[in-house]
C-alpha cells in the first residue's frame, strides 16, 4: 500500500473500530487524495471519527479548509445513510438463486440470520463486480464485534454451504482481520485459518481501491465493427473473474457472461 492508502485505513480502523493508531506525515495534497478516496467509497463519517481521535498528533497537518470539508462531508454521509435492512441481491447462477430464494422467503427461518446471509452475499457480489466495498464490510465488522447480530450461525453456515459461498465468506472474514483487526472469534462464520492464497487475494484487494467500471460494446453507424466503450475495464473484469474463481466459480462464472451479455444489448440491431 501507498502512504496515502496506509493512512486511509488506520483512520478507518480508529474511527470505525476505535483503535489506536499513528499515522504517517503526508502533505496538503495528499490528504486531499485521502479525501477523495473516503468520498469514493462513502466512508467519509468514519474517517471523519478517526481524525477527530488522533486530531493531536504531530503529523496530522489539515487546513482549517480542509476540516470543515470533512465535517460537511461527513454530516452529509450521516444524512444519507439507508435503513439497516439491505436490499437482497440476486445471484446470476440461476440454480443458486433459486435457493436463494427459497431461504429468504422461508417466514420460519431467523430474519436475523436472513440478514447476516444478505451481507455477506452484497459484499461478495460487489467484489465480482467492483471491487472492495469499504462500506459494507465496515458495517458487517460492527455488528459482528458488538455481537448484537442474534444470528444462528450453525444454520447461516448449512447455507452459505449450500449456496456454495463459504470460500468467500471466508475471504470476508480474512479482509476484516487484516484491514480492521477483527479476530477469528469475532467472526463466527469463520471456522477455520485462511490458506495462503486467501491472504494473498485479500492484499490484493486492499492494494485495489477502486469503483465498478462499466463496459459495453457498441457498433458505429458507418461500420459493421463493434467496438468495447472501456477495453480496460473489460480486461479488469476478465482477471477479477477469475481471480474469485476458486472462491464462488459456479457464480463468478455466470457473472462475467451475464455482464458480458447485458454489455451487447447497447449494439444497434
Not at 37 to 46: D, I
Not at 157 to 181: C, N, P, R, V
Request: aromatic share 10%; proline share 2%.
Amino acid at each position: 500500500m501507498n502512504i496515502i492508502q496506509r493512512n486511509f485505513f488506520r483512520l478507518l480502523r480508529c474511527g470505525a473500530f476505535q483503535t489506536t493508531e499513528v499515522l504517517e506525515p503526508m502533505s496538503v495534497h495528499k490528504w486531499s487524495k485521502l479525501y477523495q478516496l473516503a468520498t469514493v467509497h462513502s466512508v467519509q463519517s468514519y474517517v471523519y471519527q478517526g481524525l477527530k481521535s488522533c486530531q493531536d498528533q504531530f503529523n496530522l497537518h489539515l487546513t482549517e479548509a480542509q476540516w470543515k470539508q470533512w465535517l460537511t462531508a461527513k454530516e452529509n454521509d450521516e444524512d444519507n445513510d439507508e435503513d439497516e435492512l439491505l436490499r437482497p441481491d440476486k445471484l446470476t447462477n440461476p440454480l443458486l438463486n433459486r435457493q436463494l430464494q427459497n431461504i429468504l422467503d422461508d417466514e420460519q427461518s431467523d430474519i436475523n440470520t436472513r440478514r447476516m446471509l444478505i451481507r455477506i452475499i452484497s459484499i461478495a457480489r460487489r467484489i465480482l463486480n467492483e471491487g472492495l466495498p469499504l462500506k459494507l464490510l465496515i458495517e458487517l465488522g460492527l455488528t459482528l464485534r458488538a455481537n448484537n447480530s442474534k444470528a444462528d450461525y450453525e444454520v447461516l453456515g448449512s447455507w452459505l454451504k449450500k449456496l456454495h459461498f463459504e470460500q468467500m465468506a471466508q475471504l470476508e472474514a480474512t479482509l476484516l482481520m487484516d484491514l480492521f483487526g477483527l479476530e477469528a472469534k469475532d467472526i463466527p462464520f469463520s471456522e477455520s485459518d485462511a490458506d495462503r492464497k486467501t491472504i494473498v487475494v485479500a492484499k490484493e484487494l486492499a492494494e485495489y481501491t477502486n469503483i465498478r467500471q462499466d463496459f459495453y460494446f457498441s457498433q458505429g453507424s458507418d461500420s459493421i465493427f463493434v467496438h468495447t466503450s472501456n477495453g480496460g475495464a473489460l480486461i479488469n473484469h476478465i482477471k477479477r473473474s477469475a481471480r474469485y474463481m476458486r472462491f464462488i466459480p459456479s457464480e463468478a462464472f455466470t457473472n462475467f457472461f451475464a455482464s458480458f451479455a447485458h454489455s451487447l444489448t447497447h449494439i444497434e440491431e
